[in-house]
């Protein structure tokens, strides 16, 4: 929270098994994402695209709409309005996990979140090239190689390189989940 991209590069050094010098190689870059498509096989696209409209279309009838209505010169209501930025954690470690991202972010797509931020302890592209993949096929705005509590701090607080976000979700070990913990208020989670 106080030293920003310094601390970040620390931590993604010290907990996540990456060794960094520039904030900017944590971007996962338009090199990176034709790298993953390179390792993933079409049946695992057409696969991925297959769940992607499934969820989609059962994400569009969970949607909730604005009603109002007007009695004795009142008028009462609700208005559904979608955040604008949201942070997903999807682990990662020794396996890829495409499902955690289309779980997550296809619903916030269907509901109108303008940008969806992802975070992920990606060391090599070739062991995360699926989810990567689902990853832009869902339209995520940016992908980050950082994973545990320092990348929910990140998402929480933003950084110069990492921007701040309106609510955290996903999945991720004793670490992630207490730091959701910690951020909760100061940022919505799930």
């Known amino acids: 929270k106080n030293k920003g991209d310094k601390a970040l590069i620390s931590y993604i050094s010290k907990f996540d098994n990456f060794k960094i010098k ?12 034709t790298k ?3 390792n993933v096989s079409k049946i695992q696209i057409t696969n991925l695209k297959k769940a992607i409209k499934r969820i989609t ?6 949607l909730s709409s604005s009603w109002s209505f007007s009695k004795d010169n009142t008028t009462l209501g609700e208005k559904i309005t979608p955040i604008n930025s949201v942070g997903v954690y999807v682990p990662g470690g020794k396996a890829s996990y495409p ?3 289309l779980m997550n972010t296809i619903p916030a797509k269907v509901a109108g979140v303008k940008k969806i931020f992802m975070v992920s302890p990606i060391n090599n ?5 699926l989810a990567i993949v689902a990853a832009d096929l869902c339209g995520v705005n940016e992908i ?3 994973g ?3 990348a929910i701090a990140s998402l929480a607080y933003g950084t110069k390189n990492v921007p701040a976000v309106d609510k955290i979700v996903g999945p991720g070990n004793i ?6 913990k910690i951020v909760y208020g100061d940022v919505g989670i799930d």
Request: hydrophobic residues 40%; without cysteine.
């Open 57 to 62: 279309n059962f994400s569009k009838k969970q």
């Open 22 to 33: 520039n904030i900017k190689e944590i971007i996962i870059s338009k090199k990176d994402i």
């Open 148 to 150: 545990g509590a320092h």
């Open 175 to 180: 670490y992630v989940s207490l730091a959701k």
């Open 144 to 146: 980050f190689r950082m």
């Open 99 to 101: 499902s955690t991202v």
């Open 125 to 129: 592209i070739e062991d995360h090239a």
């Open 36 to 38: 993953a498509y390179e």
